[in-house]
């Protein structure tokens, strides 16, 4: 078994290495004058089973790009299995089509990492379960929901805590959360007139003097938290926090967050986060832990589902 890292997260990638106890294999990655990507496999991977860890977040389609083509790079160096090991995996939210002459984005993006020549991937938390059903080779989707409910346990009193739905399309990945921490659950019904924006309408449920958790697959410009935890505190919650698994925050979502009624945004770092995103309000738990113990089980043909029973 081996491990490469693209550039994307590279910290990331190397606290895997750490777990696993493995060395990253030695590949130059780099950008020629004209933009054009070059990936040059310093070491032989002849035969080996070699994991391959790129998220594909901003810029997203330059790290795709790097992933697509240090993929074909290890199946002309005769790697024997390649597992795309994409923590954040891009163009999730392009999985169907909102209206007449729109692409279906990310099966477009699964027929790309197919036929460069992966034969597995490995993600967390895709933003649509059906986007599974997209590739024609195996998926994990791993969760990081037990990840979540281990922070939550040790920082709130669970008695006065309630998990919240940001929308209504969340309901059952923040069902599954009050579920495992045996807590009632809150909706914030909210109608998004636009992309990117939000515009927050009732909530359905009890928060009056409880200490709500809103739950998420994806922050991205915050709209929809800060404009959640404005409704919650407006109908009498105690406080606000929000969980949620890729911090994309992107643009205005850092002044957003500065200036809302949210008292801690947990992410993961599934994307890494550069220098300018550093926020008082924001923690970041790893999935470092939870990818390394399901490659050692793909490796050692485990089963990957039993991680969440």
């Known amino acids: 078994m081996k491990l490469m890292a693209c550039n994307s997260n590279i910290g990331l990638s190397e606290e895997i290495a ?142 006065n805590t309630i998990i919240t739905s940001p929308d209504v399309g969340g309901v059952v990945r923040a069902r599954y959360i009050a579920k495992k921490l045996d807590v009632n659950l809150a909706i914030v019904d909210k109608r998004r007139e636009k992309a990117n924006t939000s515009e927050v309408v009732n909530i359905i449920g009890n928060v009056k003097g409880k200490d709500c958790i809103l739950i998420d697959d994806i922050v991205d410009t915050a709209g929809t938290l800060t404009n959640a935890a404005e409704a919650l505190i407006d109908s009498g919650a105690n406080s606000v926090s929000a969980y949620v698994t890729h911090g994309v925050l992107s643009e205005p979502a850092m002044t957003r967050i500065t200036n809302s009624k949210l008292k801690e945004l947990v992410t993961t770092n599934t994307i890494k986060q550069i220098p300018n995103e550093k926020n008082s309000k924001i923690r970041r738990l790893s999935v470092a832990p939870l990818i390394a113990e399901a490659v050692k089980r793909i490796d050692n043909y485990s089963s990957v589902s039993s991680l969440f029973n």
Not at 56 to 74: G, Q, R, V, W
């Open 18 to 159: 750490s777990i696993l106890e493995l060395p990253l294999t030695d590949a130059t990655i780099k950008k020629f004058a004209d933009e054009e990507m070059f990936v040059e496999i310093n070491e032989n991977v002849r035969g080996q089973d070699v994991y391959l860890i790129q998220s594909t977040s901003k810029p997203a389609n330059d790290n795709l790009f790097e992933l697509l083509i240090c993929i074909d790079a290890l199946k002309r160096a005769s790697a024997k299995q390649i597992t795309a090991v994409i923590p954040y995996f891009g163009y999730a939210r392009q999985d169907r089509k909102p209206g007449p002459r729109t692409p279906i984005s990310a099966k477009l993006v699964a027929n790309l990492i197919t036929s460069s020549g992966a034969n597995r991937v490995l993600t967390i938390d895709l933003h649509a379960g059906q986007i599974q059903g997209f590739f024609d080779i195996p998926v994990d989707n791993l969760y990081a929901a037990p990840i979540l409910v281990n922070d939550i346990k040790y920082k709130f009193n669970i008695e």
